[in-house]
């Protein structure tokens, strides 16, 4: 059982360059969301989706843009890359419920130079 | 701004020896949850305390919740090397429908042979 798979595991980007990081979870959960945490800041919010087909922004969303492909992927897009988006990157799920635990993928670590 | 506020930052201790960790929010929430993270992966779950609840205990985990005063504590008793990692709080709000949390800035264990 894969859980949370995410990729690349590592990325370095030049300023002003795209990418899309993916992530897929094959526990059938509702929800799925995308974090970065950076050093001392713990774990913030960028974008979630509550259900298939659906999309929020959380906490920190500037700079970045969410697709939620189908139940299992959720991908994440920068589409300009800048220095302040180096950042370890997470993705995770859960289930259709409030008291529920969160899954987490192994996270991909992206530095813009 | 982050809904939990975690100390001490780092704490060092010998193996055997408790640590105990804290965790402090601002608002109504669902459950607080504890995550645990070795250095250069993804976060694991450790434990779900509901508000209704008061006190919960997994193995060498004790969690404590006090919701008058908004606040948690995480014991390990019995502390071993393999311990050694970063421990963050996540709040689930009032309100919320799912699963989405929102992290403390974490401890980082440091538990010496």
């Known amino acids: 059982n894969a859980g949370v798979t995410q990729t690349p595991k590592f990325q370095v980007l030049k300023t002003g360059q795209s990418m899309t990081l993916q992530c897929a979870q094959d526990?059938?959960?509702?929800?799925m969301y995308w974090y970065r945490q950076d050093p001392g800041m713990g774990l913030r919010l960028i974008y979630y989706?509550?259900?298939?087909?659906?999309?929020d922004k959380g906490e920190v969303p500037n700079g970045y843009n969410v697709s939620r492909l189908n139940k299992r992927e959720f991908s994440l897009r920068l589409e300009s890359a800048a220095p302040s988006q180096t950042s370890v990157y997470f993705c995770?799920?859960?289930?259709?419920?409030?008291?529920?635990?969160?899954?987490f993928g192994q996270g991909t670590r992206l530095t813009v130079v | 701004s982050q809904q939990g506020e975690e100390d001490p930052q780092a704490l060092s201790i010998q193996e055997g020896e408790n640590a105990t960790m804290n965790c402090s929010y601002k608002t109504s929430i669902n459950n607080l949850q504890w995550y645990r993270q070795n250095s250069g992966r993804g976060l694991v779950h450790l434990i779900l305390?509901?508000?209704?609840?008061r006190e919960k205990h997994s193995g060498r985990l004790r969690v404590t919740l006090d919701t008058s005063k908004k606040s948690s504590s995480l014991l390990i008793t019995a502390s071993r090397a393999a311990d050694t990692a970063s421990y963050f709080c996540?709040?689930?709000?009032?309100?919320?429908?799912?699963?989405?949390?929102?992290f403390g800035q974490g401890t980082i264990l440091t538990v010496h042979p």
């Open positions: 526990m059938n959960h509702n929800s």
């Open positions: 989706s509550a259900s298939e087909g659906t999309t």
């Open positions: 996540a709040t689930s709000f009032s309100g919320t429908s799912y699963g989405k949390l929102t």
């Open positions: 995770a799920s859960t289930g259709q419920s409030t008291n529920t635990e969160a899954f």
């Open positions: 305390i509901r508000s209704n609840e």
